[in-house]
């Protein structure tokens, strides 16, 4: 089995748009993390982070599921208020719809009804009807590892593609195609086809989140560190280059975003929770 890098994935909007917002890790399996919220009445709306999510809206009189895939503007997901939802977000790249490999390209900006890719009566009901957030992770994996043992995504997965992701993980989005074209001694065409099919982004696509999802964490953990400084370790070329794309990506400015941290109470929300 191939090794798995990968970064950890930030949507501080769904934390920001919450009264409050509770993430359980896993790392394993293709899942990042798990999390549940209350939302409030600000806007929850996703970044691009290459993840597709399993997003759980667990009304009581309306619920419903849905899986969405990485968006590459700003895009209102968790479209219900006052609402409590229950999440998983899986690897970036990763295809959690396990035994359909051609999905990937389908679920970029789409946001699709669960029941239209994954049968599975039992499970949405347990997600909907479960009181804690422990007993609905507990409810997913029983059913998910069912499949996962099955399927083995990894071994059977393109692992041209898993090295490529590797080596952009592991250069922060830097590395250029051409050069993962000299290092794997294939094409930049067949490159690019493989990299769309497998994740339904292009190698530039999937580069530049990296970069950019570099500096959300950047800007969420290193409060004092300056925008200058936080561009250029992102590997941007200059600050106005960072500026661009980060509003392209979020709808705020770097230093707006800051703001927006502080004044929705991002830090007091976030909640890191384990179970023994």
């Given at each position: ?11 501080p909007l769904?934390?920001t ?5 509770q993430?359980f ?9 798990f ?7 600000q ?27 990485t968006?590459?503007?700003?895009e ?12 998983v ?11 359909q ?10 946001r ?7 049968h599975?009566?039992r499970m ?8 804690h ?12 590892m069912k ?6 995504p ?6 041209l ?5 590797n080596?952009?993980f ?9 050069q993962?074209?000299?290092e ?15 994740t339904?982004?292009s ?15 950047a ?6 560190i ?7 370790n992102?590997?941007?070329f ?10 392209a990506?979020?709808?705020l400015?770097?230093?707006r ?16 929770v384990?179970?023994e």
């Open positions: 089995m191939y090794d798995y890098v990968y970064m950890e994935p930030r949507q769904f934390v748009g919450s009264e409050s917002y993430k890790v896993l790392n394993r399996y293709g899942i990042v993390h999390y549940r919220c209350n939302t409030c009445s806007p929850r709306l996703a970044i691009p982070d290459g993840c597709v999510d399993m997003v759980f809206c667990c009304d009581k009189v309306e619920p419903e599921a849905h899986i969405c895939g968006v590459l503007k700003p209102q997901v968790l479209t219900r208020a006052h609402t409590y939802y229950f999440g977000r899986f690897m970036p790249g990763y295809n959690p719809v396990l035994g490999a051609d999905v990937m390209e389908y679920l970029v900006g789409a699709i009804p669960f029941e239209t890719l994954v599975d009566e949405l009901e347990g997600i909907w009807n479960a009181d957030f422990y007993t609905q992770i507990k409810t997913f994996m029983n059913s998910y499949i996962y043992r099955r399927i083995s990894f071994e059977n997965g393109n692992l593609v898993t090295h490529s992701l080596r952009m592991e250069s922060g989005g830097i590395i250029r195609l051409e993962l074209a000299e794997t001694g294939y094409s930049e065409r067949y490159l690019n086809k493989c990299f769309h099919k497998e339904g982004l190698p530039k696509q999937f580069a530049k989140i990296i970069r950019f999802q570099k500096s959300v964490t800007l969420n953990e290193f409060g004092e300056s925008l200058t400084e936080i561009a250029a992102a590997g941007y200059d600050q106005a280059h960072f500026v661009h794309d980060f509003k990506y979020t709808g400015t770097p230093k975003y800051r703001k927006c941290l502080n004044e929705n109470e991002f830090y007091e929300k976030l909640k890191i384990y179970f």
